[in-house]
Each structure stands twice: as C-alpha cells, then as structure tokens.
C-alpha cells in the first residue's frame, strides 16, 4: 500500500499565482487532515474533513481552500498565493472511529512563494 | 482552545545515554497524547501514544508518562542509537470521531553522537 501521497513534492509560485495540491490516500480512512509546518512552529492544522462530504476549518486556515473530491482524495488551494505561505505541507489520514487511532502523514510538499 | 508547550526545542546526547523529551497542555479535557518522529524529508510518524485512562506506557526503548494533574506528559528513550536522531513532536487531543483534533508541540531536535 502507497499510504499517502502528495502531489507536487516540491514547487515555486510566484505571489498571487494560485495552486491546488493534492492528496490521495489509500487505506479507506474515513477522515483526512491538513497541516502545515514551519520552523520553530510545529504543525498547524489549517483545514480537515471529518468524512466524506465534509470540512471544517482548522487553527489557520485563512488563505486557503479545500476539496473532499471523494473517500480517497482532499485537496488544498491557494487562491492568491503569499510569501507567508511558504511552508512545508503536510496531507494525514485516519480512521473515523469513537476512539482515538493513528493518523497517517504523506512525505510532504514544500512549497515556496517568492 | 488546547496549547501544548514542548521542552527543549534542541537535544543532544551521546549514543547509549537516556534522552527525556517534555510537554505541557491547557485543555484538561484532552485524554489522548501520541508522539510522532520525522526524519528529515519525510512526514511524522506516530511511535507511540497514551490514553489519559493510563500514567505509563513502555515499547521496547521508548516510554511515555502522562501526569493528568499536573498536565504534563513525557518521552524517554533509553540506549539512544544514532538512529533516534530526528525531530520529534508531543500532541494532545479530546475525543475522538469527528472532534478528533491533534494540536502539536513546536518540536525537539534530537542529535545522538556517535
């Protein structure tokens, strides 16, 4: 199983160009995640779908939007992408269960606005 | 809303030392504690966790321990390997289903020399 993945890895955009990037997961997770991490910040939720049909607004989500396109996949946009956007994004999964279970993060894209 | 603090945000010790790694949190109504280790270019992966309904949990080297009154939580890892070199991260949480959350701690680098 490829778990989840993210796509791009890597991209620059110059401000005020828009992106989507993409996140697709494999292991029938009912509930999908947005983070994003910068130095010295940890990670900080932006967004997040509880199920299919879904989302709800995290910590920062100013600046963007997502997609529950369907069970698999959840996707990020910047409309008019900004310097403080630059960051490293981070797509997670998990389980929809009453109790607590493991959530599952892709590998990243680190995006840069310039 | 919940706040996790994390202490140090850098570690350096010699191979075969213990290392503790230590958090604090705000909500008393978080009841689920995981921590996650990233290796450099990947995304966090969950080591291990514990439930507010237990003060200790241990697998193998790594062990947590979670003071509900005084709302802090900890790692420790024993016999430290070069390979536990990483950034690691403490979380909390309340509930679970669709109120399942993660707030993060900002980090600790961990450096183990050969």
């Known amino acids: 199983n490829a778990g989840v993945t993210q796509t791009p890895k890597f991209q620059v955009l110059k401000t005020g160009q828009s992106m989507t990037l993409q996140c697709a997961q494999d292991?029938?997770?009912?509930?999908m995640y947005w983070y994003r991490q910068d130095p010295g910040m940890g990670l900080r939720l932006i967004y997040y779908?509880?199920?299919?049909?879904?989302?709800d607004k995290g910590e920062v989500p100013n600046g963007y939007n997502v997609s529950r396109l369907n069970k698999r996949e959840f996707s990020l946009r910047l409309e008019s992408a900004a310097p403080s956007q630059t960051s490293v994004y981070f797509c997670?999964?998990?389980?929809?269960?009453?109790?607590?279970?493991?959530?599952?993060f892709g590998q990243g894209t680190r995006l840069t606005v310039v | 809303g919940e706040n996790v603090e994390q202490h140090p945000s850098t570690l350096s010790v010699q191979e075969g030392d213990s290392a503790v790694i230590k958090c604090t949190y705000s909500?008393?109504?978080?009841?689920?504690f995981p921590w996650y280790k990233q290796e450099l270019g990947k995304g966090p992966q969950l080591i291990i966790d514990?439930?507010?309904?237990?003060g200790e949990k241990k697998d193998q080297r790594i062990a947590v321990t979670l003071n509900k009154t005084a709302k802090h939580f900890s790692l420790h890892i024993t016999e430290t390997q070069p390979e536990d070199s990483a950034v690691y991260f403490c979380?909390?949480?309340?509930?679970?289903?669709?109120?399942?959350?993660?707030?993060f701690g900002k980090g600790t680098l961990l450096t183990v020399n050969p």
């Open positions: 997670a999964s998990r389980p929809r269960r009453r109790e607590h279970t493991e959530a599952f």
């Open positions: 292991m029938n997770h009912n509930s």
């Open positions: 779908s509880a199920s299919e049909g879904t989302t």
């Open positions: 909500d008393s109504a978080s009841n689920y």
């Open positions: 514990i439930r507010s309904n237990v």
């Open positions: 979380a909390a949480s309340r509930g679970g289903g669709s109120n399942y959350k993660l707030t």
